[in-house]
């Protein structure tokens, strides 16, 4: 009898165990057919959960908030290059005008160099334009390969003296606030270019008259540098929309050319890969603050 039984229960077992695994296991063959069918073209599908709460429910809710991450970013580069080919094509077409009146007839030497000017502004835009571009990806893909102590202070001094340079002959006063000693560590180069946008925008922004004052020091466990100008602020609803790629405000094309709106976007991306923050408080007619906060070493 046993020599029948022990064939007979192995068969059984071993039926058994392939049929509980199998179906075990169906719900993972179901997911994995799902992931391959999501592919980067469509990230919209998701994996469905079974609603028993058990691990299987767990991972699929883990997949679809990765899916979720994922589409976002996929949206957010997709929009990123539209905007930036828009941003190109602008400069692009001025040029071609410009070299199609250029070529239309005989033209005086004036003339020409009327033409070349304004084929040189152009340039000197898409140059700035793919110089910010550049900034911005390797701020983003923390491309920041130098690190060691950062002097706050001259910092601070070197944003002072180049604030300075720059309201020249427009009316502003860029002045020092209070400096105290701070210790920081990161990309010296990466950080004063995330201040001099900060110092820059607020120079351009306020009108004649108006005052730009730069202060750093120690602040609730932070290494702070903020930079406060006494322009046009900016409204509550466009506060946080400044620091995307591309935004200019009505104001700010209206005002003047020179802006690729990529300025803010570049400086936020430098402090987040130092592990810091980049904030603005501002009230519309009175002024705006930019802060930095950077982690103390
Ligand atoms: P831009 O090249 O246009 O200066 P930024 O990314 O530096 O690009 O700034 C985005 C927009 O935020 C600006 O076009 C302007 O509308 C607004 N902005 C930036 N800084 C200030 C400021 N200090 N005061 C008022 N508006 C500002």
């Known amino acids: 009898m046993l020599l029948a039984l022990i064939p007979l229960g192995l ?11 199998r179906r075990a296991l169906s719900p993972v063959g179901a997911m994995s057919r799902t992931a391959r069918r999501i592919t980067a073209a469509d990230l919209t599908e998701r994996i469905p959960a079974r609603g028993a ?15 979720v991450r994922l589409e976002a970013a996929f949206v957010q580069v997709r929009r990123f290059a539209a905007d930036a080919a828009h941003e190109l094509r602008t400069p692009l077409t001025a040029l071609r005008g410009e070299l199609e009146v250029g070529l239309r007839a005989d033209r005086s030497p004036e003339e020409y160099r009327r033409v070349l000017q304004s084929v040189l502004e152009s340039v000197e835009r898409l140059v700035r334009l793919a110089e910010d571009l550049l900034a911005l990806s390797r701020a983003s893909s923390g491309g920041l390969v130098r690190s060691g102590p950062v002097d706050l202070e001259a910092l601070v001094l070197g944003a002072l003296d180049a604030g300075a340079r720059l309201a020249q002959g427009r009316g502003v006063t860029v002045r020092l606030g209070a400096v105290e000693p ?14 001099l946008n900060l110092v820059d925008n607020a120079v351009r922004y306020t009108p004649s008259g108006g005052k730009v004052e730069l202060s750093a020091g120690p602040a609730d ?9 006494s322009g046009p602020g900016i409204a509550p609803a466009d506060v946080e929309r400044v620091f995307d790629p591309f935004v200019r405000l009505e104001a700010a094309r209206a005002g003047e050319t020179e802006g690729t709106g990529l ?6 991306s430098i402090v987040t890969a130092h592990a810091g923050t980049l904030t603005v408080e501002s009230t519309p007619g009175a002024g705006s603050r930019f802060t930095i906060r950077l982690p103390r070493s």
């Open 11 to 21: 068969g059984l077992a071993t039926a058994g165990g392939a049929l509980v695994a």
């Open 221 to 229: 466990g932070w290494a702070e540098i903020s930079v406060q100008d």
């Open 263 to 268: 300025g803010l976007a570049i400086a936020r």
């Open 53 to 67: 709460g058990d691990e299987l429910d767990h991972l699929a809710e883990t997949l679809n908030a990765m899916l």
């Open 182 to 195: 701070a210790g920081v560590t990161g990309d010296a180069v990466a950080l004063e270019r995330a201040l």
